[in-house]
């Protein structure tokens, strides 16, 4: 069972990894996965988030990324994404952030060492020349497909881990999490692994296991430490004590 009542202190010298989730944008007004409200109920994962479904009804996956591209637009970084760019201000090269999100929040808000093991919304990828494109300009936001720039491939692909796909810089995570002193999660329900199964490297590893969420997440006995509630309430005030002797 986790701890919820001993203050934890992290070094200035510790190696820190954090694994954000869909949690820690929602108070921006991007929504979760799993929620009752949440993303699957109104979207199948079937019909839109799989290389089949990709095959099978390209403008219905088109659409469905290109209206999340435009939501974008309309949000921004909430105090939890700037509580992260705190801890990589103080800790440099010895923190990695590892978001599931494929929105740009955290670069938004500053963040620079992360792997969006998941993919961006941000970018396209040639299944042809698999170059990989920035495409937020406003112009490529409608229902049309983009052509890819350097080869003939008239439909570019969103750069997003569909399921049945693997996750992205997997041997960095892995190695980043063997390494790590801290394993911080924040905002994510356990349920997709592999991100879902770090926790159980980091412990086996030494890591101190830390989670901040709304509910228990799935592996919620796993963690040293955990912490309910809203991360945009709460991950301030942890950051700030967690570092308050360094
Ligand atoms: P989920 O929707 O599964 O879980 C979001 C978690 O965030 C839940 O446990 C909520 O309780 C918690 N939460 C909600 N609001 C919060 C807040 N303000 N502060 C803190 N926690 C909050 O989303 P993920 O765990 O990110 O993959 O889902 C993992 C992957 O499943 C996603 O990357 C996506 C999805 O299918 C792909 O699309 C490949």
């Not at 200035?12 to 921006?28: N, Q």
């Amino acid at each position: 069972m986790p701890n919820i009542h001993i203050m934890l202190r992290i070094n200035s010298d510790a190696k820190v990894v954090v694994l954000t989730g869909a949690g820690i944008s929602a108070e921006s007004g991007i929504k979760t996965f799993r929620a009752s409200d949440g993303l699957w109920e109104e979207h199948p994962i079937e019909d839109v988030a799989t290389p089949y479904a990709w095959k099978k009804n390209q403008q219905l996956v088109w659409n469905f990324y290109q209206q999340r591209r435009k939501q974008l637009l309309e949000v921004q970084p909430n105090p939890a994404h700037e509580s992260l760019v705190n801890i990589e201000n103080k800790l440099i090269d010895n923190f990695l952030l590892i978001t599931q999100n494929v929105d740009d929040l955290h670069s938004r808000a500053g963040s620079k060492n992360i792997i969006h093991m998941h993919g961006e919304l941000r970018l396209l990828r040639c299944e042809e020349c698999l170059g990989i494109f920035d495409m937020m300009e406003d112009t490529h936001l409608t229902d049309d497909f983009v052509a890819c720039p350097e080869c003939d491939n008239e439909r570019l692909r969103p750069h997003i881990v569909w399921f049945h796909e693997m996750p992205l810089q997997l041997q960095e995570i892995n190695q980043a999490v063997e390494e790590c002193d801290f394993f911080i999660t924040i905002g994510t329900s356990g349920h997709v692994t592999p991100a879902a199964g770090l926790i159980y490297l980091a412990k086996s590893s030494g890591a101190t296991c830390i989670g901040v969420n709304l509910e228990h997440p799935l592996n919620y006995d796993e963690y040293d430490h955990f912490y309910q509630g809203k991360a945009g309430e709460i991950l301030p005030n942890l950051v700030e004590n967690w570092f308050s002797n360094s």
